[in-house]
């Protein structure tokens, strides 16, 4: 089945696959148009007529002429000269990486003549379309004659290299989706629902879970990558329910594996914005009594400075913190100096991160004290 976009002067391939329908079950087909528009089709069996002699077909049938698909026994061909793509300057500085999935047709000899993108990055598309049309492959034979293939290619970026390779795909096992590569369009998400026990605990976060889809984008698995225990079983409820769009390699539907995040807020965007503009108004509280400090979320290790650690100095340096109404430190000042070390202490609790604090219905800055430990290995 082929589903083509007709523009002002050329065609636009937006579905090109095969497929069996099995019987009282139907198949569907998400894809979108060059606007972004999404369509379904589905399909079932309403009837079918034996033919004598003829049996259903479980493998590829090679066409008589032209090229030939890499699917099943017959495999990609083996890649002589490989040119790697220029990394665009543009992308590199807007530190744009990922994995370009391209369709390489060659022709007799082995040399590309045909490339077409399934999977963009659209600052790095045309830098790996420019890449593969100058690759040559080992020439297909098929049935003594030399033949053209189709067969999938993937091209990566990063700042540090690039790498280009055939994408391994076995049968049955799921591709990872890992190293920039963005996980297929959700198509229907269903919310968690909050558990009324993290509510009243004023339990929040971010749940993150591995996932692994079917051929039909249906998550079939999962795994606990970041536990927040009152909210794991409603992430994992909510995500079980989710269908993604199909992935399909070498025109054949295949499970992957990628990772998804579930978020859990106490209050909505709306309310949170609320509360922050009055909680910025009011300034910032100080924690003392029954007010506690709020719960550090992401520390970073002090970098100890070299002639310090030389001349054996440690100690403790203990500032005065405060942050804003999102938890960020906006202001440290040492209250308990060790001179060598202060700058380095400051240096990073000025990168600390804490959860945000609400008192009274009102996001507020805290004022508190936090201490830096440095000591000799």
């Given amino acids: 089945m082929e589903v083509f976009e007709q523009g002002e002067k050329t065609k636009t391939n937006l579905l090109d696959t095969e497929f069996s329908i099995p019987e009282k079950n139907i198949t569907v087909f998400g894809f979108e148009d060059s606007k972004g528009n999404v369509y379904f089709l589905s399909f079932r069996v309403s009837g079918w007529t034996p033919v004598a002699g003829a ?12 090229p030939v698909r890499a699917i099943g026994v017959i495999k990609p061909p083996k890649l002589l000269k490989q040119v790697d793509p220029v990394y665009p300057e543009i ?21 590309v003549i045909r ?10 598309d045309q830098a790996a379309e ?17 033949r053209g293939i189709i067969f999938t290619v993937t091209v990566r970026f990063n700042p540090s290299g690039l790498e280009a390779r055939i994408l391994p795909v076995k049968e049955g096992e799921p591709l990872r989706l890992a190293g920039g590569v963005a996980p297929p369009k959700l198509l229907k998400q269903v ?27 249906r998550v079939q698995g999962y795994k606990i990558l970041r536990s927040i225990p009152l909210l794991d079983k409603a992430a994992i409820d909510a995500v079980r329910q989710w269908v993604y769009e199909p992935v399909i390699i070498n025109d054949k539907p295949i499970p992957v594996t990628f990772t998804v995040s579930v978020r859990f807020n106490l ?5 949170s914005e609320k509360m922050a503009a009055e909680g910025e108004k009011l300034g910032p509280v100080k924690a003392e009594g029954k007010i506690e400090p709020p719960k550090l979320l992401k520390s970073v290790e002090p970098v100890y400075p070299e002639e310090a650690r030389k001349k054996g100095i440690a100690g403790v340096v203990v500032l005065e913190v405060e942050t804003d109404v999102n938890g960020r430190v906006k202001r440290a000042a040492v209250l308990q100096s060790i001179p060598e070390l202060d700058k380095a ?3 990073a609790v000025n990168k600390w991160v804490y959860q945000q604090k609400i008192i009274d219905g009102k996001m507020r800055g805290m004022i508190f004290t936090a201490t830096v430990r440095f000591q000799q290995k």
């Fill in 267 to 271: 209050v909505s965007a709306e309310e």
């Fill in 191 to 217: 919310d968690p629902v909050y558990p009324n026990v993290a509510r009243a605990a004023l339990v929040e976060g971010v749940v993150i879970l591995e996932v692994t889809t079917d051929i039909y984008g």
């Fill in 115 to 124: 490339t077409n993108i399934l999977r963009s990055i659209p600052l790095l």
């Fill in 91 to 111: 992308a590199r500085q807007s530190k744009v990486s990922g994995i370009v999935i391209l369709e390489a047709e060659t022709d007799i000899s082995g040399h």
């Fill in 345 to 347: 202490a400051l240096d």
């Fill in 55 to 66: 049996q259903m077909a479980t493998t590829y049938t090679i066409p008589a002429e032209g």
């Fill in 130 to 146: 420019d890449a593969v049309k100058q690759w040559v492959y080992e020439p297909m034979f098929i049935n003594g004659k030399p």
